[in-house]
């Protein structure tokens, strides 16, 4: 069932938005690994970079609607 959240109360929810502590916790830990120097495999570093991405992704929005908040 699809989460769906009034209009009204759209920007205090997208505001409290945070990335999971698992895959925060995945994304450190790859990261971790890649400065020790250990090679990431395809899969992996394709991992990451989607992690990053998506917690990238999850800034901008939080900061477009604290902007908008204001």
């Known amino acids: 069932m ?4 009034p209009d009204d109360q759209l920007p205090e929810q997208l505001a409290s938005l945070r990335f999971p502590a698992a895959l ?10 890649q400065d ?3 090679v990431l495999t395809k899969q992996e570093s394709s991992e990451a970079e989607a992690l990053v ?13 604290e902007r908008a908040m204001r």
């Not at 917690?55 to 477009?64: D, F, G, P, R, Y």
Request: a negative charge; zero cysteines.
């Open 53 to 65: 991405e998506m917690a990238e992704l999850l800034t901008m929005l939080k900061l477009q609607t």
């Open 36 to 38: 020790d120097g250990i």
């Open 24 to 33: 925060e916790a995945r994304l450190q830990l790859l990261l971790d690994r």
């Open 2 to 5: 699809p989460l769906i959240i």
